[in-house]
């Protein structure tokens, strides 16, 4: 799985550096919270920019709040696109996007089997470009999470409704 996610991201870097389009490579920190369920994801993400367009990759460790009702912890990836409300390549925008999130999350007490999550999410925020370089990004989300795989490997709370606020920040090249 790791050799997987490497391989796409660094096909990904290259795709985009033979085209002399800016990209970003940074962290960022996302906080589901909905139905009784509060988690923390936390990753390092990739995006591209053309004019009004953006595509990122991302890949994310999930874990439970130390108040969540039962632990877990777990790895995923993402993919997502996102439309802008001004020129990518030259600035600060607002946006708008979505993005899909599959998540292998382990319940403690349970097998050692991930549970697949998936996670469509509707999301807007700005983005901050700081001097040529920096950047951050707050946005706040909507998502749906479902699970995917049969076994009971996880809480009746674990699907559904999420709000989901992030922020990412790093370097743009």
């Known amino acids: 799985m790791k050799n997987l996610v490497l391989s796409v991201l660094i096909s990904a870097l290259s795709l985009t550096a033979s085209a002399q389009k800016p990209w970003e490579l940074g962290g960022e920190y996302m906080r589901p919270i909905g139905k009784g369920y509060k988690s923390n994801i ?17 890949i994310t460790y999930h874990f439970s709040s130390r108040d969540a009702y039962g632990g877990f912890k777990g790895y995923g990836m993402y993919a997502g696109f996102r439309n802008s409300f001004g020129n990518n390549t030259s600035g600060s925008n607002p946006f708008i996007g979505l993005r899909v999130l599959f998540a292998f999350e382990n319940f403690e007490g349970k097998t050692n089997l991930g549970s697949l999550m ?5 999301e807007a925020g700005y983005h901050f470009v700081f001097g040529e370089h920096f950047f951050t990004t707050p946005s706040i989300g909507y998502g749906y999470q479902i699970k995917v795989t049969k076994e009971h490997n996880t809480r009746d709370q674990d699907e559904g409704g999420r709000i989901i606020p992030g922020l990412s920040a790093g370097y743009r090249f």
Do not use: M, Q
């Open 42 to 58: 936390v990753g390092l993400r990739y995006e591209n920019f053309n004019d009004k367009t953006s595509f990122s990759v991302g």
């Open 118 to 122: 998936f996670t469509p999410i509707g």
